[in-house]
């Protein structure tokens, strides 16, 4: 069994800043990409960010510059740094893991449960 847990949501204002985290736990081989994705009301669940296991990282364009992503190989968790968050950032948001269980396994993505965040003044 895998379990992401993504926390850190919140209500802030527009400039404000918060801190994603999501932490793997369970049976895990190893764990390649990690990356966030979100979700606004009636639309579909986009990429925010990814992280390799070598910290190689791409970013939507629309939070490059306001946005980091990092990882702690060694603790399974991917961190999500926002900053300058703007209205349209309103969304939930789950982190995403790329993972083998077993050394002969197949490579599997699991996700988190979703953290809210809300960007309102």
């Known amino acids: 069994q895998v379990q992401l847990v993504d926390t850190g949501g919140g209500l802030v204002q527009p400039g404000g800043s918060l801190r994603l985290s999501c932490a793997a736990s369970?049976?895990?081989?190893?764990?390649?990409?990690m990356g966030w994705y979100r979700q606004a009301p009636g639309k579909q669940r986009d990429v925010v960010a990814v992280i390799t296991s070598g910290g190689s990282t791409t970013y939507a364009n629309s939070v490059k510059g306001r946005f980091t992503i990092s990882r702690d190989n060694g603790k399974n968790t991917v961190y999500l740094q926002m900053n300058s968050l703007k209205p349209e950032d309103t969304a939930v948001y789950y982190c995403n893991a790329d993972l083998k269980r077993t050394v002969g396994g197949p490579r599997s993505d699991y996700w988190g449960q979703g953290t809210q965040v809300t960007v309102s003044s």
């Open positions: 369970g049976s895990i081989f190893n764990i390649y990409a």
